[in-house]
């Protein structure tokens, strides 16, 4: 061999001896790698001996369908907690470590809405630390605002001196509706006190404390008409997926209460952490007209609200259905809440998931009382422009006038309507009348529109007259020679004899709105 063949034979038996060593090294490495995995996950399990979760957490609890459900508490430090829902052969599941305060949390994804319950188990190895044998998956809604969300029989005319309250001397129970029956609809009915709380506490109400309670007929009277209306209004289209209300409202109570950093946003929203609903259902306003200022305020205040609930919820399209304050004789700003309300739908997109339900001709002629009956007729509106949105369907809204231009010498004022909720215009006659029902509420007429109100340069209303013409109205004032405003139902009790309706037979809102002239444009 010569001395060249050598070297050469000599550097491959090096290079295969390298090969080999570094073989060697990388598998010891691996093993060793697994090794310690192995240990360290049999380390890293703590037996835990109990569990806390939030205190809404409880039989007949309803979770969002088609969201993660998310599952928050407290355990001992480090330890290891498993969360489990289950029915049947469907099982999700999911381990976790809580923190070194022992703070938890849990995300698994939602199973199928059903009418038939799952079982929630929060264990630990193979310790049970809590099981809840009713849980549902269907759509939860926030019921929230102050009373005439939260107004239920109980509540408001439960003893003699609650039915002279708040039905005065012209009606009786016998005129109020009937509550729902139905086992599929669940709900949770906070408390009034706005008291320091765990975070993760909500304060409820005593009959809601050990679950959420089915609406039949034996609980009722204790859940708000409107939200339950609206339940029922929904379950007839999703006849298999239960529904949830968690109802917040409070009676009495200012916006800005609810908004962040408000007492009852502390003590009543903050609790629903990482909780999912479907919508919020809002009736609020009455409290803010007690002052020019606050009425004032109320546009931006409410659309912070909205911007502010969406945030917390993580959701930035997150339905918001509100109802427009309705009629009352003994309102004042009224007129300037309802504004404010307007000036919102107004300005949100075809696909913002705002909507505001008019409640201008659903009283039955109750518009003496602050809680005026009709609450059924609102929860079809409200529950109408829900399924729209959940079906990605055009948003039935009554008329919303966007814009008025005048016209030859400014004597004439036009006004337009958003989107396509001026199609389809009439005059109607409403059906001020306790037998007023969702096919009764309104019928024709031969007159004309009526409280529309135009104003000058003086700002000075005076009665105006309204034609339809298409899909606008046109206005004309006598005693106005330039118009530079145009008004719709401007009171706090208006008493027309005829409202302008649309094809969705829903009512115009009221409004008050700037004329522009070819000058300003």
Known sequence: MSQQQQRWMNRTMLS??????????????QLFVRQNVASA????????????????????????????????????????????????????????????????????????????????????????????????VGDVFLA??????????????????????????KFTTDDLPQTIDDSHVYFLVTDKTASSTPESELPVREYNDRSWLPATSDNTDRF???PQFFAQQVRETT???PIGIIQIAWGGTTITRQMAGGDIYNTHITPLKGFKVAGVLWYQGEQDADSYDTALAYQYNFTTLISQYRSFFKNKNLPFLYVQLARYGGGSNWSTIRQAQFAVAANSGRDDAVAMTVSIDTDRGT???????????????????????????DVPDGPLATAAVSEDDGSTAVVSFKDGTGSGLAALAPNYTLEADKYTFNGPTSQALTNFEAAGDDGVFYPANA???????????????????????????????????????????????????????
């Open 16 to 29: 295969v001896s390298l090969m080999i060593v570094i073989v060697l090294m990388v598998t010891a490495s």
């Open 41 to 136: 996950q049999q380390q890293t399990f703590v037996q835990a001996t109990s569990v806390t979760l939030p205190n809404y957490y409880m039989e007949n609890m309803v979770f969002q369908r088609n969201e993660t459900m998310s599952f928050r508490g407290k355990t001992e430090h480090n330890a290891t907690i498993t969360v489990t829902v289950a029915r049947g052969n469907t099982i999700t599941s999911r381990t976790s470590n809580a923190d070194d305060s022992g703070n938890f949390s849990i995300s698994l994804p939602s199973p199928k809405a059903q009418l038939e319950p799952y079982t929630l188990t929060v264990s630990s190895g193979k310790t049970v630390l809590k099981r809840i044998r009713h849980v549902y």
């Open 144 to 169: 929230a605002g102050q009373s005439n969300m939260e107004v239920n029989y109980d509540d408001y005319y439960g003893t003699e001196a609650l039915r002279k309250a708040n039905l005065g001397a």
């Open 224 to 226: 708000g008409y409107l």
């Open 239 to 241: 006849p298999n997926v």
């Open 367 to 393: 518009d003496t009382l602050i809680h005026p009956f009709g609450k059924e007729l609102v929860a079809i509106r409200m529950a109408d422009q829900w399924k729209a949105i959940r079906d990605g369907d």
């Open 467 to 521: 034609t339809i013409s298409g899909d606008t109205v046109v206005i004309t004032s006598d005693k106005v020679r330039r118009i530079r405003q145009v008004r719709y139902l401007w009171e706090a009790d208006p008493s027309p004899k005829t409202l302008l309706y649309n094809s969705y037979d829903l009512p115009a809102s009221p409004f008050t709105i700037t004329v522009a002239s070819d000058e300003d444009e």
